[in-house]
């Protein structure tokens, strides 16, 4: 791992690319562009800056309002960041609210279990609709990459959604 930098540090390097940002606007930022596949905690982010800040990979900028201060990127941030990029992705884990509840599921009832199923479904329907217009949106700006990374995300509410068809009920 470069330097000891984890994935939410890496992702919040490669969001400052873009240019300086505060807390919040990294917030939004990773919510708009990864938080179809990859999510962060407020809590994180407000950790990780600090931290980063320490390392020398940004630096802070001037006080804004309500004492916001945007954070940069540094060069060594950059080469850091491209060092991250280099490296092995580490091992994934699945993390799922529901298939975990069904792992419980003899503690429910018939009733239960398929109403959970329903809202599920809704909640990967309305994910799927709403990820396939963002790919969508970033193919027309030219973004193959964050196109790409979008798909995944695709498969995974179509498999999740096929998957709750077969969920036993009881």
Known sequence: MAEGLNATAA???????????????????????????????RSQVYR???ALAEMGYV??????????????ITPAGK?????????????ESIRNPVA????????YSASALRDMYTKA???HNDALSDIRE???????????????????????HKAALAWLKSAPTK
């Open 79 to 91: 080469r850091v960041f491209a060092r991250w990029l280099s490296e092995a992705p580490s091992t």
């Open 134 to 156: 963002q790919a969508k949106q970033a193919k027309t700006d030219g973004d193959n990459y964050g196109a790409a990374a979008l798909e995944f995300a695709v498969g995974y």
């Open 121 to 123: 479904t809704q909640a």
């Open 59 to 72: 630096k802070l900028g001037k006080p804004g309002p309500r004492a916001s201060q945007p954070y940069s």
């Open 48 to 50: 990780e800056l600090p």
């Open 11 to 41: 992702a919040l390097l490669g969001l400052l690319h873009e240019g300086p940002m505060t807390g919040g606007q990294l917030m939004a930022s990773a919510e708009k562009r990864l938080g179809s596949y990859w999510s962060m905690t």
């Open 100 to 107: 975990l509840r069904v792992a419980f599921g003899g503690h």
